[in-house]
């Protein structure tokens, strides 16, 4: 099977209980993350959301002014289902469409701003999704990115282990009932980069003044830079 409709059936089938496990299993810390990160994103006409998934950061971003009208682009229409649901209870602007970050459907420099929270870690080729984001921003844009990353601290990177290789692999099974999504995540996120090679990877990209703040002692990390 392609690797992209892996993913995206993937996360077909975990899309009824991704927001729940999501929001519990962090103790809403992600709900944090992803308002820190709004609030580093300068306000913009047009913004695309990459991997949008349920919608969680789009709904964020317009609920505090910083889009006027959001596209969101994922692999999966179950997650976009429920995001669409969401969209349409709170009457938002949103545009979702079904397609790869890795080979967007759009012209060049198409947006005033691009995001992407928990997404880039899917794509099976990492500097493909990061030069797309870079082609259909139009210049002086900022895109702005939320990651898994790896705490520094020898103490809380145990426990992080502990949690992403034995915990959530085995709440996201009896929940999700799936028995193989939550392993992938918990795979995906120790083999991501992170950091200063993420950043990196940004310049390579055609970026910017490429910044990055951890968040929570370095479990997550928000990266902006400039067209
Ligand atoms: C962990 S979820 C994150 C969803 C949302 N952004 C959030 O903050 O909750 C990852 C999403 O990335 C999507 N995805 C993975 N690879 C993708 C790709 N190559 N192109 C578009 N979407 C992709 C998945 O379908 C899934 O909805």
Not at 94 to 108: I, L, S, W
Not at 124 to 138: F, I, Q
Request: glycine residues 8%; proline residues 3%; positive net charge.
């Amino acid at each position: 099977m392609e690797e992209k409709q892996h993913i995206g059936q993937l996360f077909d089938r975990i899309a009824g209980t991704y927001d729940g496990l999501n929001h519990g299993l962090s103790l809403n810390i992600d709900r944090c993350w992803r308002r820190k990160m709004v609030k580093m994103m300068p306000p913009a006409a047009h913004v695309l959301d990459v991997a949008i998934g349920t919608a969680d950061l789009t709904i964020e971003m317009l609920h505090k002014g910083k889009a006027e009208k959001v596209t969101g682009l994922d692999l999966s229409d179950k997650m976009m289902a429920i995001g669409k649901e969401k969209c349409a209870k709170r009457k938002m602007n949103v545009t979702f469409v079904h397609g790869n970050a890795q080979e967007m459907p759009y012209e060049n420099e198409s947006f005033d701003g691009v995001t992407c929270a928990f997404g880039c870690r899917n794509f099976s080729d990492l500097d493909a999704g990061l030069k797309e984001m870079c082609r259909v921003l139009k210049p002086g844009g900022q895109v702005t990115i939320l990651e898994f990353s790896y705490p520094t601290n020898h103490f809380i990177r145990a426990l992080y282990d502990l949690y992403f290789s034995h915990v959530l692999p085995a709440i996201g099974r009896i929940v999700s009932r799936d028995k193989s999504a939550y392993t992938y995540l918990n795979r995906s996120v120790k083999s991501f980069c992170w950091g200063e090679t993420f950043v990196q990877h940004l310049h390579d990209a055609g970026f910017r003044e490429e910044r990055f703040t951890p968040l929570s002692l370095g479990i997550a990390t928000i990266y902006t830079a400039k067209k």
